[in-house]
């Protein structure tokens, strides 16, 4: 039967037939109970009554839907096989109109980031969850680099949004850091941590990599929860200074001798200007990591790191030192997430262990394998999915996880190769290349 | 003929793994700018010179000396692998293939130029903000692979992905590759294996130019006796990890010897072959 159901190829009328014919047996037999029979209160007692005339609509609609499904997916086939016979269109230059769609969606996916506090300026909760989003956006690039791109698992990433979150508290309630000071001192942080782990890793791949690296993971959590003295143990540290704006605070009246952002600016106070400025805040530098590897994407170090991925030993062959390639993906890997940790200790004025467990390196993974691994825009399309699943998920309560797990089904079973799955290539051959080296093997 | 200068002499290599000797007390001399090839019957130790020579392999014993024209003497088991293709510019390709497959075939020789660009990239912070000097080390890079590209008939599919590409294609993108690294040495492990008649006399064709035209030196695994009795200025046999015969192709075909060795195998075809090539 499933055979039928799932059927990948375009079917005849009997075909179509028989296919909603059992789809329509399938929907009789759940609507017996769902639909035949109801309970009535019959005089105090539970009498049950059947419906049979409402289960035989209710049948012969999903009948006549599934014969209408099969027959629209049909047509839309064979529409798109026309299309792909008569197009005379190399692979090459299709991928080349993938790509391009893909930039208009980065475009839009811009400007709607940019209007998005605009348009929802009084609704805290619209530029919180898309602050987490780009906190998630931002992060998934980071491990990007490490698994995407260079093709090491990490299952320890969160470590890193732990050391830069760490520092930036430690740094600014300690010794008075400013946002803008502790920013690149963390993510020098998190990068030397990235060194630390690279090194006693490198000779391992695939399986054994990732169990160290979940145990690294691990080992920072913990270590966190236990050195009380240092980092106030399960109880986090608290009252961490919030970024200010070019020095202007975020708060209803200022301390003497400085002035407060709604006060400079002539504006009522409101809680929200800090939210907006945060969420903009993560944008730039969500911006700014995304132009970073981009461009190192494109530089002998990002092809390397592709390389690497590609083949370790063909690397060494065409003599890369790969232990360099390795630790310059994990330190610039784990500087990003650094910055996030900073970012998300800066926005949440409060960090504990709680707040990098497992469950988060597992999540910023799967935005990286679910968007297409090494996808920059990928990434963004699975981080705005795996933050709003969950958010939209409130309503069924305890099924939200489940509705989760069910939606990362059925994205991977759609599209194993992840949401965008095509590769850009870091360099092409012009034109003008390709006569100009033809010339020259005649020569 | 003059006698060419030695590029590398192979002096009693030895590689053993646990009890197994894979290479033993192995003596052998690539002359500059010929073309060398290594016959034996499967088994006899031919990749793993490959893999002590390239520096995936410590050896046992023994010592590889290569005499650089320009960077003087150089031991190669005292290398590693990178060092050996970066600084003593000893380049291999694989029995089975191993591009990047993903990347383009453009993509895949601009890798192979890594070193340079690195350099010119300064720690990538050049590189991250265009400035001239790396801009300029890029586009040299990509006459470079263009140039290659064109002379191995490989432009036209210079930006298709390399793993999407027919076998004996792959073959040759792997060569290209590795004439990107500028190598003074280039060993090449069965290059014509399943390629068709017409793209084995191509490779022919290329071996003769790269060693005639461009002087560089290639050591030569191949199977294929069209190709290897054919390009060869001299052949060394290898069998059960020991050499048993050295010389021009006609000497080796004649050889006793390596008649027993082929013969005790099932390689026969091939002795057919190199009789009929």
Redesign the interface.
């Known amino acids: 039967m499933s055979a039928v159901v799932f059927a990948r190829h375009a079917m005849t009328p009997a075909e179509r037939l028989r296919d909603a014919g059992w789809v329509a047996f399938v929907g009789l037999i759940l609507g017996i109970p769902l639909v035949g029979l109801t309970t009535v209160d019959v005089g105090g007692r539970l009498g049950v009554e059947t419906r049979f005339g409402l289960l035989a609509a209710a049948v012969a609609a999903v009948f006549a839907g599934r014969l209408l499904l099969r027959w629209a997916i049909d047509q839309a086939r064979n529409r798109k096989q026309e299309r792909d016979r008569a197009s005379t269109a190399t692979a090459a230059d299709r991928a080349h109109g993938a790509q391009r769609v893909v930039n208009v969606l980065g475009w839009v996916a811009l400007g709607a980031s940019i209007a998005l506090p605009i348009l929802f300026s009084d609704n805290r909760y619209v530029v919180d969850t898309a602050t987490t989003v780009l906190i998630y956006v931002m992060l998934g690039w980071g491990l990007n680099v490490v698994v995407g791109l260079a093709g090491l698992l990490d299952l320890g990433y969160v470590a890193f949004y732990a050391v830069g979150a760490y520092s930036y508290a430690l740094l600014s309630t300690q010794f008075g850091w400013s946002f803008w000071e502790a920013l690149p001192v963390s993510g020098a942080m998190a990068a030397t941590f990235g060194i630390l782990l690279g090194y006693p890793i490198l000779r391992l791949r695939g399986d054994y990599l990732a169990i160290v690296t979940l145990g690294f993971g691990e080992i920072i959590r913990i270590i966190l929860v236990n050195w009380t003295e240092f980092s106030g143990g399960p109880n986090g540290i608290s009252s961490i200074p919030r970024p200010s704006f070019f020095g202007l605070d975020f708060t209803r009246s200022a301390p003497e001798g400085s002035q407060t952002f709604a006060g400079f600016f002539g504006l009522e106070f409101s809680p929200m200007h800090r939210l907006i400025f945060l969420y903009y805040l993560i944008l730039v530098l969500a911006l700014l990591t995304h132009a970073f590897v981009s461009r190192l994407r494109k530089l002998p170090v990002g092809r390397a790191w592709e390389a690497l991925r590609e083949d370790e030993i063909a690397c060494q062959a065409m003599g890369m030192n790969t232990t360099n390639i390795k630790l310059s993906a994990f330190a610039i890997g784990a500087m990003l997430g650094g910055f996030a940790g900073v970012f998300f200790a800066a926005r949440q004025g409060f960090i504990s262990p709680e707040s990098f467990v497992f469950t988060e390196s597992a999540i910023i993974l799967a935005i990286v394998v679910l968007g297409g691994m090494g996808s920059q825009m990928g990434v963004v399309l699975a981080a705005t999915l795996l933050v709003l699943i969950p958010e939209f998920g409130r309503n069924f309560a305890e099924y939200r996880m489940l509705l989760f797990g069910l939606a990362m089904v059925l994205i991977m079973v759609w599209r194993p190769g992840g949401l965008l799955a095509h590769r850009e290539p870091t360099v092409r051959l012009n034109a003008l290349d390709k006569t100009a080296a033809t010339q020259e093997a005649a020569r | 003929m003059n006698t060419p200068a030695t590029l590398l002499s192979v002096r009693n290599l030895t590689m053993r793994f646990g009890g197994l000797t894979a290479i033993d007390d192995l003596s052998l001399e690539v002359p500059a700018g010929r073309i060398t090839g290594i016959i034996g019957p499967n088994g006899a130790g031919k990749t793993t010179l490959f893999n002590c020579l390239?520096?995936?392999y410590k050896p046992t014993t023994g010592t590889l000396r290569l005499a650089h024209p320009r960077r003087g003497e150089m031991r190669l088991e005292a290398l590693p692998?990178?060092?050996?293709?970066?600084?003593a510019q000893v380049?291999?390709t694989?029995q089975n293939i191993?591009?990047?497959?993903?990347?383009?075939v453009?993509?895949n020789l601009?890798?192979?130029q890594?070193?340079v660009?690195?350099r010119a990239?300064k720690f990538?912070i050049a590189?991250?903000f265009t400035l001239p000097g790396y801009r300029e080390a890029e586009r040299q890079a990509?006459?470079r692979?263009?140039?290659w590209?064109?002379?191995l008939k490989l432009?036209h599919l210079?930006?298709?992905?390399a793993g999407?590409l027919p076998y004996g294609i792959q073959r040759r993108i792997e060569i290209a590759?590795?004439l990107c690294?500028d190598p003074v040495l280039l060993c090449l492990d069965e290059p014509a294996a399943g390629l068709n008649p017409r793209e084995s006399a191509e490779l022919n064709e290329l071996l003769l130019y790269l060693c005639g035209e461009l002087g560089i030196a290639i050591l030569l695994i191949e199977h294929d006796m069209s190709v290897v009795m054919n390009v060869s200025d001299h052949i060394g046999v290898i069998s059960y990890g020991r050499k048993i015969a050295e010389g021009t192709p006609a000497q080796v075909k004649h050889d006793p010897q390596v008649i027993k060795a082929y013969l005790g195998e099932d390689e026969e075809e091939d002795v057919k072959g190199g009789a009929a090539a």
């Open positions: 390239t520096g995936f692998s990178h060092r050996v293709a970066r600084d380049v291999r694989f191993r591009l990047f497959p993903k990347m383009t453009l993509e601009i890798v192979a890594h070193n660009l690195q990239s990538s590189g991250l990509i006459e692979a263009a140039m590209l064109a002379r432009t210079a930006d298709n992905a999407d590759r590795a690294v």
